[in-house]
């Protein structure tokens, strides 16, 4: 069967739509955030975000110790989760500023 221009043509433009579609999908500025929220929701496996907002001092002087009690005190993959957590969540934030500045 001889494929005529036209259809040539609609077969190569579906082709740069979907290659574009998966750019705009893939890109980083869309990775990260899925990949932060991710991390927290596996995070929440570890801890009880609800109780830490429970157990939050209404001092704010008690808050430091708080919070170096809480990081002393919990498992090693909470910590570990957290790290990564804010580390990627950081880094969004870095390249938005970056980004809009660029």
Known sequence: MVTT????????????????????????????PIVALVLVLRLSRYVSFAHVFENIPRDIGRLPKFVSS????TEIASLVLFA???????????????????
Not at 8 to 27: D, E, G, N, P, T
Not at 87 to 102: E, G, L, P
């Open 5 to 32: 221009y036209t259809q040539r043509q609609k077969r190569i433009m579906r082709r740069i739509y979907i290659v574009h579609a998966l750019r705009l999908v893939l890109s980083p500025m869309v990775i990260k």
């Open 70 to 73: 809480a990081f002393i005190n």
């Open 84 to 102: 990564i957590t804010t580390f990627v969540a950081v880094w969004f934030v870095r390249d938005m500023f970056v980004r809009k500045m660029a």
